[in-house]
């Protein structure tokens, strides 16, 4: 992802309209839709001056974003998938090997399938090492109105708790999310094509919001994220792309391993 660090980056939230805006020279954004509960909590203790008494009047989603295709971008819409595996914590994510299993899985059970990989430059060598011997397109030059155009018209999206799966979210892009527990408040629930993957079994029964960490190849990660199965990933991935549509019957929702077994 491109950012130019001159950029003035301004949110404001305004309660009379619900919305959130984002305006700089080179960007233009205006979104406006319906927040969800915890969506609410979560800019409320952010910016709690800035919502005093906010009531949903519970419009439907309507969202205005500049999308671009990118330059040498090399897949049709609806041909590809983006997978956007890192992000400001690793806590969050799952080991290399694993990911890479799910795209060797993606590529051999969906022929013709484009696999993107979305990340920053500081994540390149991490996205190489995901990537290796897969015919995968990693993408890091991407500006914001870019990576917009390139999630939009993907036929699947998945990703971990970043900024970028909330942009999946608003775009309502059919998603799989792979979910802690650590900060309830994140969770992109208000995306009604979302799949959320998590496993609570090992987290701290006296304080969900605490998760327990498990250490693999001298990383550590949440339980909640290392424990959700491969299985759960690779039906998942399975079932949202078996129809062209963002809406699949039984796919969205969320998914806790330790409730469904």
């Given at each position: 992802m491109?950012?130019?660090p001159?950029?003035?980056?301004?949110?404001a939230?305004?309660?009379?309209n619900?919305s959130?805006?984002?305006?700089?020279?080179?960007?233009d954004?205006?979104?406006?839709?319906?927040?969800?509960?915890r969506?609410?909590?979560?800019?409320?203790?952010i910016?709690?001056?800035?919502?005093?008494?906010?009531q949903?009047?519970?419009?439907?989603?309507?969202?205005?974003?500049?999308?671009?295709?990118?330059?040498?971008?090399p897949y049709?819409?609806?041909?590809y998938?983006v997978?956007?595996?890192?992000?400001?914590s690793?806590?969050?994510?799952?080991?290399p090997e694993?990911?890479?299993?799910l795209l060797?899985?993606?590529s051999?059970?969906?022929?013709?399938?484009?696999?993107v990989?979305?990340?920053?430059?500081?994540?390149?060598?991490?996205?190489?090492?995901?990537?290796?011997g897969l015919?995968?397109?990693?993408a890091?030059?991407?500006s914001?109105?870019?990576?917009i155009?390139?999630?939009?018209n993907?036929?699947?999206?998945?990703?971990?708790?970043?900024?970028v799966?909330?942009?999946?979210?608003?775009?309502?892009?059919?998603?799989?999310?792979?979910?802690h527990?650590?900060d309830?408040?994140?969770?992109p629930d208000y995306?009604l094509?979302?799949?959320?993957l998590?496993?609570?079994k090992?987290?701290?029964?006296?304080?969900?919001?605490?998760?327990?960490?498990?250490e693999?190849?001298?990383?550590?990660?949440?339980?909640?994220?290392?424990?959700?199965?491969?299985?759960s990933?690779r039906?998942?991935?399975?079932?949202?792309?078996?129809?062209?549509?963002?809406?699949?019957?039984?796919?969205a929702?969320?998914?806790d391993?330790?409730?469904?077994a």
């Amino acid at each position: 992802m491109r950012l130019d660090p001159a950029i003035k980056f301004n949110i404001a939230l305004v309660p009379g309209n619900k919305s959130i805006g984002f305006y700089d020279p080179a960007l233009d954004v205006t979104l406006e839709y319906r927040i969800s509960e915890r969506i609410y909590q979560n800019f409320r203790r952010i910016v709690s001056y800035a919502l005093p008494g906010w009531q949903d009047a519970g419009r439907p989603l309507a969202v205005r974003l500049p999308r671009v295709r990118p330059q040498g971008f090399p897949y049709e819409a609806g041909t590809y998938a983006v997978f956007h595996l890192f992000g400001t914590s690793i806590k969050h994510a799952l080991p290399p090997e694993r990911w890479c299993a799910l795209l060797r899985h993606a590529s051999r059970a969906h022929p013709g399938l484009g696999l993107v990989l979305t990340g920053t430059h500081a994540e390149q060598s991490a996205m190489a090492e995901v990537a290796a011997g897969l015919p995968v397109f990693c993408a890091t030059e991407l500006s914001i109105q870019e990576l917009i155009w390139v999630i939009d018209n993907a036929a699947l999206y998945v990703g971990i708790d970043t900024g970028v799966t909330h942009i999946a979210g608003v775009l309502q892009q059919k998603s799989i999310v792979v979910r802690h527990c650590s900060d309830p408040s994140w969770i992109p629930d208000y995306n009604l094509h979302a799949r959320v993957l998590l496993n609570s079994k090992n987290c701290n029964p006296e304080d969900p919001t605490r998760c327990l960490v498990v250490e693999d190849g001298g990383v550590e990660y949440r339980r909640c994220t290392y424990d959700i199965s491969d299985e759960s990933l690779r039906t998942s991935l399975d079932l949202g792309l078996s129809a062209p549509q963002r809406y699949v019957p039984g796919f969205a929702g969320v998914i806790d391993e330790a409730v469904v077994a």
